[in-house]
């Protein structure tokens, strides 16, 4: 089973709303990502977790706040979001320890409104 | 320093034909070179992947050759079929996990 899970598949929500992505992975990959793609771009970091801990953030704006729970789950907690952060989020999780593959999620549609 | 650079921005190949696709890099850091394929609306899914000590790597239709001293690798796409319609992103990977992606190719196989 190579699957990541997201959810929601879409999402709008409005500039006070404070609302969650969640990620899901059993493949017992000890890596998971966010990243962030708009349009037409190609998909760009954000945040890193290793073991659970918070290994890599690429300096994002504290209204993205991520969330480990476990080995198998990853949040991503949105607040005071702006129209420009609509974009596809994508989750991924890979093994860790080199030669690094990552599996990605398909993603939550958000739009900011 | 960080940056995949990847080239032609968009392609269009006759069915049948050979897509090649081409990126480069900057970062010795860099162990592990995949590659993606997305379609719209889809998240990205992993096509192949090349380590550094390897100079070919072939699955199926899709060829990856890598040259660690010009520090260039390319995906070469066999027979390509209109299914094969996509974006295709070459990506680097560092021993911190972390995965950097080249800017994309948008390729168009003509039935």
């Known amino acids: 089973d190579t699957e990541v899970t997201q959810t929601p598949k879409h999402l709008v929500m409005g500039m006070t709303n404070k609302k969650s992505l969640k990620c899901e992975q059993h493949m017992g990959h000890r890596a998971m990502y966010w990243y962030k793609q708009k349009a037409k771009k190609p998909p760009e970091l954000m945040f890193v977790?290793?073991?659970?801990?918070?290994?890599i953030n690429e300096s994002v704006p504290s209204r993205f706040s991520p969330e480990c729970p476990n080995s198998s789950l990853l949040n991503l907690h949105l607040h005071a979001l702006q129209p420009e952060d609509s974009a596809l989020y994508l989750c991924?999780?890979?093994?860790?320890?080199?030669?690094?593959?990552?599996?990605f999620g398909q993603g939550t549609r958000l739009t900011v409104v | 320093q960080q940056q995949v650079k990847q080239s032609p921005q968009s392609l269009i190949v006759q069915k049948g034909g050979i897509s090649i696709i081409n990126c480069a890099y900057e970062?010795?850091?860099?162990?592990?070179f995949p590659w993606y394929q997305q379609f719209p609306g889809k998240g990205p899914a992993l096509l192949i992947a090349?380590?550094?000590?390897?100079s070919e790597k072939k699955e199926g239709r899709f060829t990856i050759s890598f040259n660690k001293s010009a520090k260039q690798f390319s995906l070469h796409i066999m027979d390509s079929q209109p299914g094969d319609s996509a974006t295709y992103f070459c990506?680097?990977?560092?021993?911190?996990?972390?995965?950097?992606f080249g800017k994309g190719t948008r390729l168009h196989i003509l039935p």
């Open positions: 977790y290793s073991y659970e801990k918070l290994s």
């Open positions: 090349i380590r550094p000590d390897v």
């Open positions: 990506a680097a990977s560092t021993r911190d996990d972390k995965i950097i």
């Open positions: 991924a999780s890979s093994q860790r320890g080199g030669y690094t593959e990552a599996f």
């Open positions: 970062n010795t850091a860099f162990d592990y």
